[in-house]
């Protein structure tokens, strides 16, 4: 048998000291990445295995978070989410944490699935996805001092708790910005239906651009339910109400029914999505896209600030989209 | 406080006998579908929370099944294991299981969080993804009577432990024998590097059903790394060398490169994917398409048959795929 494989052997290996290999395991968020690298990779060479259970009474901490997979859907919009995923499973990894999935079709059975997760497994902490007015899944969680944090803000109260958001309006304002350069002006917006945070706040960085722009946006939007197929009625009806020459659309699946309606149509009308999914990049779709995988690791550090009780971390994060161009716009 | 919950206030609730709510929580895939169903309606509606504590005691499980997320990659051919991962979350759910997840660069790496894995959490079991010849890691899992089952073929040994697979060469066969009856004769092949399982699988399926139409293969199939530039470039070259009337493709990836290289061709040239990925869906691309929702629910049957010492479970499962046939084949 090997001779056994300490803190200290891992130290020498990696070149830093025993503390910092103490911090890569306990609070690996405050150590360069750099010098994590180095330290995980010499733990993994040399098979070092921390003993989770005396490390669990240590720090009383199972290192396990929980975080919802979407239920199956188009494998279009769902795609941000499992990108997301990724990118969370990679950077928990890193800080040492795995990740505990769960499934729920509304809120009411997501909060029995809480209430279930919390019963059954020491969980440290959860990851929400998607945010919404009056969201009845983080005020359970607040309420019962489990610690949380979400991508997607707390649309009532942007000081209720920690997360990390991508700033939709300023994706949608740097797409109508490019088709204004571009010499468009009536320029319209495919959209949710109204009073959903994300969809307002996609749908303002339009308005605000066109207004900044000296252009009126009233009668230029259109709102409905997500899916291609609505997303082509509805360009259907902009085309032979206010015949667009442009449109910035909240989703992907949206401006693919858009492109669907403007088939034929000359000169063609410009189109932009939102979320830069593979299947805009596969057809040519100009879209916004999300620093996913940004937000998957923030969401990570919050959560370790949160578990240290370092109350120096900042506890929101407001991530800025870029302007995926291509043959569309 | 309310009268506690008990299994015989869920079994009266569900109308079904104590035994019944017993094995919904303990062996549901002895449960018929519609009756699990109502059981777990009455689990949620009555806020039941099996002490886990206890039940881990009895059946010596944590109900706790690790599975890999694969790192981000093109979000088209990954898109395949998000939409099998969904699946399991889903139905491991269902079967009373969560499933941990992990994520891995190369072997090594994963056999090294195999370890880390069983030396933190009380796990269950393994689900794997993607297997080929001389596969490491289920080697390691076999050599500590770890309890696992792949997504894909042991392709060494097909007792070697249990799986469950889709018959890739069926898919590709079928995708053929549609050219066929179409008046095709020059279908080629674009496929992986000889010596993948799985790569071999789908090429023989296309060999064998021109072989069995009279019709000699030889010359007609290209190989290369998955990827949508490397499908055009092989295309390219099948175009001016063989001159195909058809093409069926290994995967969505290269299928979509041949439709880039095809362009401008006429008459046109058919093309069928594999994979029905959602950007084969959006494109119109004809493709092969995998069950993975049943794949999953496969996966989680043959973990609880194996977990349960049920040796009257069939090990093996192939799954036939079905053609989604659209305006490219």
Not at 8 to 18: K, L
Not at 21 to 29: D, E, F, G, I, R
Not at 163 to 171: R, S, Y
Not at 239 to 261: F, I, K, N, R, W
Request: aromatic share 6%; hydrophobic share 45%.
């Amino acid at each position: 048998m090997a001779e056994k494989v300490t803190i200290a052997t891992v130290a020498r290996h990696a070149r830093v000291s025993r503390q910092t290999v103490s911090n890569v395991l306990n609070a690996p968020h405050i150590v360069r990445e750099e010098t994590r690298l180095r330290v995980q990779d010499a733990i993994r060479a040399l098979g070092y295995r921390a003993n989770q259970a005396a490390r669990q009474m240590r720090t009383g901490r199972s290192r396990l978070i929980a975080a919802r997979i979407e239920p199956t859907r188009d494998g279009i919009n769902g795609s941000v989410l499992d990108r997301f995923l990724h990118g969370l499973t990679e950077t928990a990894d890193a800080a040492g944490y795995r990740v505990l999935l769960y499934t729920a079709t509304d809120d009411e059975r997501e909060i029995a699935t809480y209430d279930d997760l919390l019963g059954t497994y020491e969980l440290d902490a959860f990851v929400l996805v998607g945010t919404k007015y009056g969201d009845p899944r983080t005020a359970w969680l607040a309420g019962r001092d489990v610690p949380f944090v979400t991508f997607g803000r707390p649309w009532d109260a942007l000081d209720a708790h920690p997360w990390v958001d991508v700033d939709g309006a300023a994706g949608t304002a740097q797409a109508t910005r490019h088709l204004l350069a571009s010499g468009h002006r009536r320029i319209a917006f495919l959209g949710w239906p109204l009073g959903s945070g994300v969809g307002d706040d996609r749908r303002a960085g339009w308005r605000d651009a066109l207004r900044a722009a000296g252009i009126d946006p009233t009668g230029l939007h259109r709102e409905t339910e997500d899916g291609i197929a609505e997303g082509e009625r509805l360009m259907r009806d902009l085309l032979v109400t206010v015949a667009p020459t442009a449109v910035v659309c909240a989703s992907d699946s949206l401006a693919l029914g858009a492109l669907q309606a403007i088939r034929g149509v000359d000169p063609p009308v410009s189109v932009i999505g939102f979320d830069d999914t593979p299947v805009a990049a596969a057809v040519g779709l100009a879209s916004v896209s999300q620093p996913l995988g940004e937000a998957a690791a923030r969401c990570v550090d919050l959560l370790t600030g949160v578990l240290d009780g370092n109350h120096e971390t900042p506890t929101h994060v407001l991530l800025q989209p870029a302007l995926a161009l291509r043959h569309t716009a």
